[in-house]
């Protein structure tokens, strides 16, 4: 009886995940990048790729060591696959190859390139200072201690680890040669012709200490924010002719069709850069840190644990400041006084009223805590499966996207945040003290508010960045737990089909 219930919901919700992504997707046309949320909900979501890297955004983090890379000089005679998948060139890598030095060792699965067209030639995805570049390289790597292989990975929020290589258009590149010299065999969509291994390594910059780091997604859909980017700081060359060779030769079309479509100007244009900042592994450089500007990694997890078990009053008056994004530190010297004038008569009454927790109060507090089960990874495909479900049942399913950004915002923020990856969002704080004593939480909501409002910069930026759901009775969404995946197959993921 067990087995026959269980049949009909796994058809149920391969269907609906058919559903979210049978859609066929361009860069540009009728099926372009604004398009994309519509049948890819994280497209509009949060910590989407790629983004400006901008010098306002550094952080110099001296924890961050060298990427090391792992059996990348491969010998002639181990084959690879070089094929068109209708979106990019794309070289398939031995599972050998990996990157060390991460929290978890990063297989490699594949690489592939974005690149412009003979008449712009900027097509990097990633920009920095707002310079594109001619191209960009992605090798693309997942988490093989947790999961056996890329499809498992892939929308699971500790899942993917990308090096990108921001390329210009220079000197002659011998290594690029290797493969780019067989692109006439893979000139339509799903052509595919095997080439000698080589080495690897000699598509990456000479230093590979150098690099910024942040958490993102990928640029294509169905766009989870699962990758752990690393962009090298130094660009690599290819030749005019060998730029031509992508921009012109290829088609994203296939061979049969009456009429072929250029495959160039394959990039996603910049997402906004939420409460991320990005953390560079060096220090030299017009506009970097010499420090973190944040509070280190260690004083983060106190704020949490203040905002889970802590007197929120004494938050709202003596550390509010610590809470808000880079920069406005200097808000606390001018403002505590104000800020303790305005508390509520309401709010010393609750501190009246409870002077110390109780063992029961404390005991809930700590199971707050165990909620947070920041361990676990988020299952994208699990949170936007159980999301459709939600809007269907109550006839709103073009609020899907945002439902699905305020569903994994919370966490996002709260993780990249203890990372120092990230500031703190206000709908994060507001997610973290779900359960506290109401007055208190918003008193400290208030402060808060008012604080950023104060800063017109800032506050546009956090309009831009965090979901605008109605909190009422400091009640914000709700946030599923993490399910564990269920193994459901990824039938839309073909071989040659992801990008990122």
Same mark, same amino acid.
């Given at each position: 009886?067990? =087995? ?20 066929? +997707? ?69 599972? @050998? ?15 592939? =390139?974005? +690149?412009?067209? *003979? ?42 680890? &990308? ?7 220079? $000197? ?20 595919? &012709? ?32 699962? &990758? ?41 244009? *910049?997402?906004?850069?939420? #409460?991320r900042v990005v953390l560079v ?12 500007? !944040? ?13 889970? !078990? ?24 001018? @403002? ?22 109780s063992p029961l109060k404390k005991?809930? #507090? ?41 569903? &994994? ?32 939480? =918003? ?16 506050? #546009? ?30 039938? +839309?993921?073909? *071989?040659?089909? +992801? $990008?990122?």
């Open positions: 009886m067990l =087995f026959l219930n269980f049949i009909p919901i796994l058809v149920i919700q391969l269907t609906v995940f058919n559903v979210l992504h049978g859609a066929k +997707w361009t860069y540009t046309g009728p099926e372009g990048q604004s398009q994309w949320p519509k049948h890819y909900p994280y497209c509009g979501g949060a910590y989407q790729s790629p983004i400006d890297i901008k010098s306002d955004l550094l952080r110099f983090d001296p924890t961050l060591r060298p990427i090391e890379v792992r059996d990348y000089n491969l010998l002639p005679n181990e084959q690879l696959t070089l094929g068109n998948n209708g979106h990019s060139v794309q070289i398939s890598l031995p599972s @050998k190859m990996h990157i060390s030095g991460l929290p978890h060792r990063y297989t490699a699965a594949q690489l592939h =390139f974005h +690149w412009g067209s *003979p008449s712009r030639p900027g097509g990097s995805e990633h920009l920095v200072n707002s310079k594109q570049y001619a191209a960009e390289l992605h090798i693309v790597h997942f988490n093989s201690d947790k999961y056996p292989n890329m499809s498992m990975a892939v929308d699971k929020s500790d899942g993917l680890a &990308v090096l990108g290589v921001l390329i210009e258009v220079g $000197e002659f590149n011998p290594a690029f040669e290797k493969f780019l010299k067989f692109v006439n065999g893979i000139k339509y969509r799903d052509q595919r &012709v095997k080439v000698p291994g080589f080495n690897m390594r000699a598509l990456l910059p000479a230093r590979l200490d150098e690099y910024y780091r942040y958490d993102g997604s990928l640029t294509t859909p169905p766009c989870y924010p699962s &990758v752990l980017w690393t962009l090298f700081r130094n660009h690599v060359t290819i030749s005019r002719k060998q730029f031509l060779s992508l921009a012109t030769a290829l088609y994203s079309s296939h061979a049969q069709d009456s009429a072929p479509v250029p495959l160039n100007g394959n990039y996603r244009k *910049p997402q906004l850069a939420d #409460t592994s060096f220090k030299e450089g017009r506009g970097l840190h010499g420090t973190l500007a !944040v509070p280190t990694a260690l004083k983060r997890k106190k704020i949490i644990q203040q905002l889970l !078990v802590g007197d929120l009053a004494d938050l709202a008056d003596e550390g509010l400041y610590q809470l808000l994004p880079s920069g406005l530190e200097k808000l606390h010297a001018g @403002k505590k006084k104000d800020l303790k004038n305005q508390k509520s008569g309401t709010l010393a009454k609750s501190k009246q009223q409870t002077p110390h927790q005991s809930q #507090t700590n199971r707050a805590v165990g909620k947070l089960r920041l361990g676990d990874p988020l299952c994208y495909v699990c949170i936007e499966q159980r999301v459709f479900h939600q809007v269907k049942q109550s006839h709103h399913e073009k609020q899907l996207v945002q439902t699905v950004r305020d569903a &994994v915002f919370p966490e996002l923020n709260l993780r990249s945040y203890l990372n120092c990856k990230s500031d703190l969002a206000l709908p994060t704080i507001r997610y973290i003290l779900r359960g506290r004593p109401t007055d208190e939480a =918003f008193e400290l909501d208030r402060s808060l508010t008012k604080a950023l409002k104060n800063q017109k910069k800032t506050s #546009t930026s956090i309009k831009q960045s965090v979901p605008k759901k109605n909190y009422g009775n400091f009640s914000p969404a709700t946030v599923p737990r993490k399910p564990q995946s269920h193994g459901y197959p990824h039938p +839309w993921l073909l *071989p040659m089909e +992801w $990008e990122d």
